[in-house]
């Protein structure tokens, strides 16, 4: 008996504590994960569904606001689209700002925050008003001279921050964003002093003479448009059609990697940035011989912002681009209007354009992730 009770103390014990029994498996969870590829009908409708929260969460803006919840479709389409004269405004607003938005889009696709749009706006309009004030050229010449003052102009300005980036690694976010300033502040000195309208004394240029300024096309329709929309198919054949598309393809999706398979990165770099100055010189001299007829002190006012949100919103594509800079444009013309009969704030139209851009970054979440059921595990 006791050499059995010894040899069953001594024997291997099976038993386990609760400890170390293996636990039931816990329930699926969900894992985020970076997607390797969308489809580009996925992406639409996550796009859409996107603009339709937007819509609806301004739709719902408004009406809080005293906007009768019948009369936002009629004000929003049939007003603004339908009516001949609305339609006339927001041609008229929008050819300024496709020129922002594709200079936007050419510069963001070099992967260089071009965030001074407004100051290259600024001297686009110096250049073309100077070529005016001085009378530079023969009439006949004068409007081509100032469309390539103003693109050279808006060039120029562009210069100093694409070389302090490439050159010194400079942040062309600051620098841009400070030569804004100096462009404003250089425009105030002159509509305050040598380039005064000395007939009636007001912070603003001379007008431009008859051939100084772009013709209508007819029926009210300013040939600015025109020229937007020839820029915008130039700009469409650059991005997608020529080399320098694909070397611009190159650079955004890694500027390094396109180093090293021979992409002459720093000169496609100054290219599109260059071009991209013009473009908002170009946008400048739009405002001042297609809208204004002269040099003034806040034509450029809020286009910068402008062009920063159509091109984000076209995903730096061209052609969609031009599409949504008249859905803003519309919006702005809208928003005019809802000021004259609903007494609403021109900064509920700023809210509106902010929650659109809010949707639709979310929407870049979920076009980029997705959430993967994973299976349990054993916890030990």
Sequence with gaps: MAEASLSADMAPSHKTTAAQQPQPLAGRRYALEIRQHMAWHWQALILAAALLAGF??????????????????????????????????????????????????VAFRARFWNLGLEGQ????????????????????????????????????????????KLKLGVNEIISTLMLNYMAANFLLHLVYGSWKDPKDNFPYSPQFRVFERLPELGAGIGSSI??????????????????MGLYLRFVDANPRVAHASGVPVRRTIYGAVLLSGAMAGLAGFAV???????????FYQGYGF??????????????????????????????????VFYQVPFSMVQLIQAVIVVCVASSDFFIRHRLRRVGGEAVQ
Excluded: H, K, Y
């Design 56 to 105: 609806a969460i301004s739709a719902a803006i408004l009406i809080a606001a005293g906007v009768p919840a019948d009369e936002l479709a009629n004000e929003f389409v049939m007003q603004t689209f339908f009516d001949g004269q609305n339609f006339r405004a927001v041609l008229f607003q929008a050819a300024p700002m496709i020129l922002v938005g594709l200079a936007g889009c």
């Design 121 to 164: 706006m600024i001297w686009g309009a110096i250049g073309a008003t100077a070529v005016s004030m001085w009378q530079i050229g023969p009439e006949n010449l004068r409007l081509p001279l100032m469309f390539i003052a103003a693109t050279g102009c808006g060039l120029l300005w562009v210069l100093g921050p694409a070389w302090l």
């Design 226 to 243: 025109l020229l937007a929309g020839v820029v915008a198919l130039l700009a469409w054949w650059l991005a997608s059609v020529s080399r």
């Design 288 to 298: 001042a011989a297609g809208q204004e007829g002269r040099l003034t002190q806040a």
């Design 306 to 339: 402008s062009g920063i949100l159509i091109a984000f919103l076209a995903r730096n594509n061209p052609l969609a681009a031009t599409v949504v800079a008249l859905l803003v444009a519309a919006l702005f013309v809208t928003g005019r209007s809802l000021q």
